[in-house]
């Protein structure tokens, strides 16, 4: 038995399903899952983030969290969380990079959000020095102030997707097509839900539905509302999008989304608008959404990049140039990856991200 049979299997039951449903059993399947199943980061796996790039971009977090606590009178204890931490690369530097920090380690509980029992085995490896937690969900976060990150989560939430027709929308749906996974098409119905973008769209248009982003961020937003805190979303995608952004990258090339389920990894971008009224209606005040190279700029990644350059040569020099470029860069990930601050609304915002 594979994933494939399992959702042929599904299919021919039940029907058809909603690409929310193929994500979240290609991504999260307890026996044939993507994440469940392997550790898919680096050069020998699919895709690689921010932080496998280079220790910075967990340096910089940490120390814009970091600075927030201060700002907000180094509350202890407080929960410092990570939703979907990989492989315990940007929590570790993060870790490193504010050990300086009077009183953050004493009082900071760390708590992992992770669905992945592979990835869970590699962040207790990577982080054995400081007994982290793991939770299932944000929901289980002590009540207590919360300082959080998370880089490359919310694009792994799955998705539904709605092509407009009308005033109504065809929702896309996956079925079987001579034996083989095909998209096809609800037919066309109101989705309240989608309301707002009635206004720009038109007829043919698609449009993406992330359904487990708001509540998550409710969750979070509503700590930091009532305890104080701050947290930094950082993510591909934009204020909103329009078209169709699900992707899946298999050995760090493009694949058919459809061809190898549980094999590829699938996201889509992060319509971060639906987050940012997710945390108001909280009552979470939200940052400008900020590119990422903009951030890390602000934060002073090239002033880190010089010092860890001074002693390097060769081709070690190249890689940290080569990476801070990749980071940075408007036409490689600077652009793309946009960040997302949420603090509480008599709170100073978050360094990197306050115009
Ligand atoms: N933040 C890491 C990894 C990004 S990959 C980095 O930047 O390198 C996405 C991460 O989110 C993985 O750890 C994956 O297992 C986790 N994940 C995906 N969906 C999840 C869910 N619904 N609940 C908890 N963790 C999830």
């Excluded at 932080?51 to 971009?57: A, C, G, H, T």
């Excluded at 504010?98 to 085995?121: C, K, N, Y």
């Excluded at 962040?123 to 400081?130: F, N, R, S, T, V």
């Excluded at 009635?198 to 961020?217: F, Q, R, S, W």
């Amino acid at each position: 038995m594979s994933l494939g049979d399992h959702l042929a299997a599904r299919i021919r039951a039940d029907g058809p399903m909603s690409v929310a449903d193929y994500m979240a059993d290609c991504l999260l399947h307890p026996q044939f899952g993507y994440y469940t199943t392997r550790d898919p980061l680096g050069a020998q796996g699919d895709f690689t983030t921010a932080p496998e790039i280079s220790q910075m971009f967990g340096e910089l977090l940490g120390l814009s969290l970091a600075q927030a606590w201060l700002d907000q009178g180094a509350p202890a204890p407080f929960t410092l969380a990570e939703l979907g931490p990989g492989r315990g690369t940007l929590m570790a530097d993060l870790l490193r990079a504010t050990r300086g920090v009077p009183g953050f380690h004493a009082a900071m509980q760390i708590h992992l959000v992770e669905a992945s029992p592979a990835l869970r085995g590699v962040q207790a490896k990577a982080l054995e020095d400081h007994a982290p937690r793991w939770q299932d969900s944000v929901g289980a976060l002590p009540d207590q102030p919360l300082f959080l990150v998370a880089n490359e989560f919310f694009d792994a939430l799955p998705i539904r997707q709605f092509i407009r027709a009308g005033d109504g929308w065809s929702e896309k749906r996956i079925g079987l097509q001579d034996g083989a996974l095909a998209f096809g098409l609800s037919p066309a119905a109101p989705q309240p839900v989608l309301a707002h973008r009635l206004e720009d769209t038109k007829n043919g248009d698609l449009v993406e539905l992330c359904e487990a982003a708001a509540p998550i961020t409710q969750s979070i937003a509503a700590r930091i509302a009532a305890h104080g805190g701050a947290a930094l979303i950082v993510d591909y995608g934009d204020w909103r999008a329009l078209g169709d952004t699900l992707q899946a990258l298999r050995a760090h090339e493009p694949a058919d989304p459809l061809q190898t389920p549980g094999e590829a990894d699938l996201t889509a971008h992060v319509d971060f608008e639906a987050l940012a009224m997710a945390a108001k209606t909280a009552g979470c005040a939200f940052t400008p959404l900020t590119p990422q190279g903009v951030f890390l700029e602000r934060l002073g990644i090239t002033d880190r990049a010089r010092a860890l350059a001074a002693p390097l040569q060769g081709a070690a020099l190249d890689s940290l140039i080569a990476a801070h470029r990749r980071l940075t860069h408007p036409e490689e990930m600077g652009n793309l990856f946009k960040v997302l601050g949420l603090y509480p609304p008599q709170a100073a915002p978050l360094p990197g991200l306050n115009p």
